[in-house]
Every structure is written in C-alpha cells, then in structure tokens.
Antibody
Framework: QLQLQESGPGLVKPSETLSLTCTVS??????????WGWIRQPPGKGLEWIGN???????YYNPSLKSRVTISVDTSKNQFSLKLRSVTAADTAVYYC??????????????WGQGTLVTVSS | EIVLTQSPGTLSLSPGERATLSCRAS???????LAWYQQKPGQAPRLLIY???SRATGIPDRFSGSGSGTDFTLTISRLEPEDFAVYYC?????????FGPGTKVDIK
C-alpha cells in the first residue's frame, strides 16, 4: 500500500525559506505514469495546488507561487521536496504531498500524506 | 484559471437523509475532469470521485457524482454517521488545478 509522509520544520521565520520533504513508501517514486505533488491548506480554509514533479525532474507549478517555489526529487531516497522562498504569514498552512498521474485527464490526487503544519512567525 | 464555487456552504442534515452538493465552474471543465474529496477534521482529503462520476477504490456506492461542462453534483444517497465532513471539488482539466471552497455537511 502506497504511503506518503511529509517532514520538515514546523516553524519558519518570515522572509526565510520553507523546506519540506515527502517520503514515499510501499512503491517507487520512479514508477512511470505518476507525478508527485504538493498541496497546501491554510488553517480553516480551502486547498491550493502548489506544483507537481516527475521522477525525471520535470516540474510544473501554480503560476501564483511559481516565482517562489522549487520542487525537486531524489529517487535514491524515494523522496521529493518543496522549497518556498520569502515566506510570510500568508504561507502558514498544512502542507500535503500526494500522488497524481502523468496522463492528461487523470490528474486527481490519491493518495495523500497526513499533512504537516508549517507556521510562519518570528 | 478555472474558479470553482460550491454550494451550499453548509448543509445540515440527519443520518439517513440524502445530501446533494453542487460544484460550479467559471468555465467548462474539459471532458468532465472533476474530482470530489472528503475531509474530516485533522485528516487529509480522501478521493471519492474522479472523472465526474467514477467512484474511487473502496468508496461506498451511496456516493455518486454527475454533471458536465460547468455544473457538477455529488450525491450521498443516505447519510451515514461517518459521512459528516467537508467535501471539496477539484478540476484537473486545466492547469493550474483548482479546488472549490468546500461544503460542510453537519448533523442537524
């Protein structure tokens, strides 16, 4: 059974870089046919897609965050990572990682990690 | 960017009742590329429906999805106690992928 687990600091200072890692278990991140994505949810609010990455390193991002986001992959560790630069309080959210398809028209997210809360505060 | 609107914001029903949730898109969603998720407090979203009407693996048949173009519906035929949660729609026909603001189904 495929499982995803987010990890990283729960507190980040304003203007610094948020860094999270998602570890995939029960399957290979290098499996063809799948992208791996990040989604976030501010407390009490809705969901926002951040971006996706393929095991080859191919990425695509939400234009609203593209200038501040980098998603990378480490196939040797079966992990992918998120970096969000120049954070503000508005970036406080639960950050989820999830699997999606590389096929157009199949880009729902399933399964999801349990999520990790990142608070931006001095 | 396709903006999704969900209604109602909150639906107050009793167990055994039928729930009808609406998701409306600001422009046509390509080929019905719309998913529904259920989220309970403190948990990650769980995929219920994809392709507007296909149930995900392990989802009970009391959950059904329908619709096309700009109007989509999630129906829960008979609410079970575990169905009280927040439901989100997501379109994946166009990037950026977007989610609706959610409908909370709570106990009347």
């Amino acid at each position: 059974q495929l499982q995803l687990q987010e990890s990283g600091p729960g507190l980040v200072k304003p203007s610094e870089t948020l860094s999270l890692t998602c570890t995939v278990s029960g399957g290979s991140i290098s499996s063809s046919g799948y992208y791996w994505g990040w989604i976030r949810q501010p407390p009490g609010k809705g969901l926002e897609w951040i971006g996706n990455i393929y095991y080859s390193g191919s990425t695509y991002y939400n234009p609203s965050l593209k200038s501040r986001v980098t998603i990378s992959v480490d196939t040797s560790k079966n992990q992918f990572s998120l970096k969000l630069r120049s954070v503000t309080a508005a970036d406080t959210a639960v950050y989820y990682c999830a699997r999606t398809s590389s096929w157009a028209g199949k880009n729902w997210f399933d399964p999801w990690g349990q999520g990790t809360l990142v608070t931006v505060s001095s | 960017e396709i903006v999704l609107t969900q209604s109602p914001g909150t639906l107050s029903l009793s167990p055994g009742e039928r729930a009808t949730l609406s998701c409306r898109a600001s422009q046509s969603v390509s080929s019905g590329y719309l998913a529904w998720y259920q989220q309970k407090p403190g948990q990650a979203p769980r995929l219920l429906i994809y392709g507007a009407s296909s149930r995900a693996t392990g989802i009970p048949d009391r959950f059904s999805g329908s619709g096309s173009g700009t109007d989509f519906t999630l129906t829960i035929s008979r609410l079970e106690p575990e169905d009280f949660a927040v439901y989100y729609c997501q379109q994946y026909g166009n990037s950026p992928f977007t989610f609706g603001p959610g409908t909370k189904v709570d106990i009347k």
